[in-house]
């Protein structure tokens, strides 16, 4: 395959994220990503996970439990660089090892959200038709429809990742009040919202040129 068709796809996956209802559907996995990564860090701060919650508008909550002012600044600043993070690490699995070991990981990481974290009614119906497609996708791993399938699921966490990090920067300067995980830093730290709003917005960005990089370097 010629370099310079993962631009192609960006620029597909940016069209799909555009869609009132199949963009929506597609966009949750970067909210699911997103609150994995808080429950993740307040597991490994000695905290717990008490539930996730997904809304169709594609925000999310995690409820979680934390130990001290700095395992709860860790918890609450954890979800936009794993978001990211995952993209790129999502980019890395399938241009090095193929589209079968990143449908395992998407299909492990939603099967797990699934059975200890997911617990409302949208958020459960949503993992689930999820993991059922992509699972599906994974057993017909061979065909074209599933590899396209798979680009079109890698781009979008790689877009979704840069994307909702711009909306928390736009927020954390216009409304302070609205800016979720950087407004709560803010409270947490005193460090101004505006400042983690662009901290998040650089970190989604170097995870994104990373990601497209291994996708460029393997040819695609």
């Known amino acids: 395959m010629e370099k310079g068709y993962i631009f192609l796809w960006l620029l597909a996956g940016i069209a799909v ?7 929506v559907y597609f966009r949750l996995l970067n909210t699911l990503m997103h609150e ?21 508008d594609t925000s999310g909550l995690a409820t ?12 609450t600043g954890a979800g936009y660089p794993f978001a990211s993070m995952m993209a790129a690490l ?6 090095t090892f193929g589209v079968n070991m990143f449908y395992l990981l998407i299909v492990s ?22 993991f059922v ?14 590899y396209f399938y798979a680009m079109l699921v890698l781009v979008i966490l790689l877009i979704e990742s840069v ?8 927020l954390s300067f216009k409304q302070k009040n609205e800016a979720g995980d950087a407004r709560d830093l803010a409270l947490l730290t005193k460090v101004p919202t505006l400042v983690w709003g662009i901290l998040f917005f650089i970190q989604s960005l170097l995870f994104f040129v990373q990601g497209t990089l291994f996708l460029w370097k393997a040819g695609f």
């Open 90 to 95: 999502s980019a890395y699995i399938f241009s």
């Open 64 to 75: 979680t439990t934390s130990k001290n002012w700095f395992s709860q600044v860790m918890i």
């Open 36 to 56: 994995i990564g808080h429950a993740t860090m307040s597991m490994f701060m000695g905290g717990g996970v008490r539930k996730i919650e997904l809304s169709s």
């Open 133 to 146: 497609i992509t699972g599906f996708a994974y057993l017909n791993s061979e065909t074209n429809w599933s």
């Open 109 to 130: 990481v939603t099967a797990l959200s699934l059975l200890i974290w997911v617990r409302n009614v949208f958020g459960f119906l949503w993992v689930s038709t999820f």
């Open 163 to 170: 994307r909702s990090s711009i909306v928390i920067l736009r």
């Open 17 to 23: 994220v555009s869609l009132p209802i199949v963009g």
